[in-house]
């Protein structure tokens, strides 16, 4: 029922964003723009799950747009026994950002990309090198006109052939964030994000979902207050999942509660 309300929900989100079309030929404001982003985390955290074994990474980003076209690229320290001995992830994006009447949707796709990954440490269940690298496409769609101050959101991400060669996936993200009056030099924003994972096997064989840890389907949810002053902002964040902490089981140790402070520069 899940798996099935996660893909009606993309489905009605890209039936809307159809809608939005017309806004791409219509858009007037055809400036090209640049931003820089810099900065460290405690922990880098992907849905739920540290990939970076808890140790501190430092992750930089540059984005590009012109109108509602944008794109970007991002990378980020990664631990590389957990990534296919790969020591850095770097993610490579694009899409539009047309609107309809109250609702803005993001239409895009996403590169995850590791490089000089091992293929020791790249294998699944059988014992066979597969690729860590994978791709995305996603569907979203928010709004902050609903009440003042408050953005909410709902995105849905699908990928084919998911990291490790490990099948289809789908990835369901619903957000709100909610802007606090400002104190002294600092803008206050709470936000909270609620995931869930549905992860299928291309066949009743294939141990590499196993092998990675990606056969289960999980939630996970996290909340946090960020502190923006001109160019800098600084978030302390609370992670946590529904995974099994048991020694031994996937993930164990690296998708439990935690606090995560990041610290960012944007230009």
């Not at 939005?20 to 880098?44: K, L, V």
């Not at 490579?92 to 490089?115: C, N, Q, R």
């Not at 990954?117 to 699944?124: D, G, I, R, V, Y």
């Not at 064989?205 to 946090?224: I, P």
């Amino acid at each position: 029922m899940t798996r099935t309300l996660i893909k009606a929900t993309a489905a009605a989100i890209l039936g809307l964003g159809a809608l939005a079309a017309p806004a791409i030929a219509d858009d007037s404001e055809r400036n090209w723009t640049f931003s820089f982003n810099a900065g460290g985390t405690s922990d880098y955290i992907f849905r739920g799950v540290s990939q970076n074994n808890e140790d501190p990474a430092f992750q930089a980003g540059v984005d590009v747009t012109y109108g509602i076209f944008y794109i970007g690229a991002w990378g980020s320290g990664v631990d590389k026994n957990f990534v296919g001995g790969a020591v850095q992830e770097i993610d490579v994006y694009a899409g539009i950002t047309p609107s309809l009447g109250i609702a803005d949707f993001d239409f895009g796709v996403i590169y995850y990309g590791y490089p000089n990954q091992k293929s020791t440490l790249a294998t699944n269940g059988l014992g066979q090198v597969v690729d860590v690298d994978y791709w995305e496409g996603k569907a979203g769609v928010s709004t902050d006109d609903l009440v003042k101050n408050l953005t909410v959101g709902v995105t849905a991400y699908y990928s084919p052939e998911y990291t490790f060669e490990s099948g289809e996936v789908w990835t369901f993200e619903g957000s709100a964030s909610y802007g606090l009056p400002s104190v002294g030099p600092f803008s206050p924003t709470i936000s909270g994000l609620v995931g869930y994972q549905v992860s299928d096997a291309s066949s009743p064989t294939d141990l590499t979902f196993d092998a990675a840890g990606l056969d289960d389907d999980y939630w996970y949810w996290n909340v946090g207050l960020e502190l923006a002053v001109d160019k800098l902002s600084f978030d302390l964040r609370y992670h946590d999942t529904d995974l099994d902490q048991t020694a031994g089981a996937p993930f164990a140790g690296l998708s439990d509660e935690r606090f995560v402070g990041t610290a960012t520069f944007t230009y």
